[in-house]
């Protein structure tokens, strides 16, 4: 089993920016292809960006490309996602997730099989 910790959330004013962090445990973290996903109220779960399992190959969703960044640090067991140029509408929960098969279809959350608990992001005005 692997277990997926998010941390780095919080509230942040329009225009500044976060990092979260997804911790993983487990020795098989660095043959994953890992995703973030992020779910505002009252809205469906929405793709935001994943990376293969050595960094080579990332994805953004739409909404976020171009201000958000994934990385990974398979010496850490540790996915990022450093935010830039936060808008009020990225306001949502934002979980990490892990994904056994490569790089399958990585921006559909029912191809993933490991998820964290979800971390607050709220942006304000």
């Known amino acids: 089993q692997v277990q997926l910790v998010e941390s780095g959330g919080g509230l942040v004013q329009a225009g500044g920016s976060l990092r979260l962090s997804c911790a993983a445990s487990?020795?098989?973290?660095?043959?994953?292809?890992m995703g973030w996903f992020r779910q505002a109220p009252g809205k469906e779960r929405e793709f935001v960006a994943a990376?293969?399992?050595?960094?080579?190959?990332?994805y953004y969703g739409r909404s976020v490309k171009g201000r958000f960044t994934i990385s990974r640090d398979n010496a850490k067991n540790t996915v990022f996602l450093q935010m830039n140029s936060l808008k009020l509408e990225d306001t949502a929960v934002y979980s990490c997730?892990?994904?056994?098969?490569?790089?399958?279809?990585?921006?559909?959350?029912?191809?993933?099989?490991?998820w964290g608990q979800g971390i607050q992001v709220t942006v304000s005005s």
């Open positions: 997730a892990g994904q056994t098969i490569t790089w399958s279809i990585v921006s559909d959350s029912r191809h993933y099989d490991y």
């Open positions: 487990g020795r098989t973290f660095s043959s994953y292809t």
């Open positions: 990376i293969n399992w050595n960094g080579g190959s990332t």
